[in-house]
């Protein structure tokens, strides 16, 4: 069974950091690339970052570059995002994709809101 677990969400204040976590399970983790997605209050679901399985190709939203980090442990099956120096426009629900040939593969989401 395909398994996708975020956590790390939370309210944080603006200029504050969160780092959340992906736990990966029933697929073969250290093939798949992985994304982070948000979607943020009545908006559309937009991509955040991604990583190739080897963990040295990432590439960022412009919106994120230079406050978030993405990174991977293929021996812990675990996908990270570090959020920096956050905005209240961060304020979103972030989603864990994993994708492995035609396989794309969701977590449930975890809650970052960003405010005072």
């Known amino acids: 069974q395909v398994q996708l677990v975020e956590s790390g969400g939370g309210l944080v204040q603006p200029g504050g950091s969160l780092r959340l976590s992906c736990a990966a399970s029933g697929f073969t983790f250290r093939y798949s690339a992985m994304r982070w997605y948000r979607q943020p209050p009545g908006k559309e679901r937009e991509l955040v970052a991604t990583?190739?399985?080897?963990?040295?190709?990432?590439n960022y939203a412009d919106f994120v570059k230079g406050r978030f980090t993405i990174s991977r442990d293929n021996n812990k099956n675990m996908v990270y995002l570090q959020m920096n120096n956050q905005r209240p426009e961060d304020t979103a629900v972030y989603y864990c994709?994993?994708?492995?040939?035609?396989?794309?593969?969701w977590g449930q989401g975890t809650q970052v809101t960003v405010s005072t």
């Open positions: 994709n994993g994708v492995l040939s035609q396989y794309d593969y």
């Open positions: 990583i190739d399985n080897g963990g040295s190709i990432r």
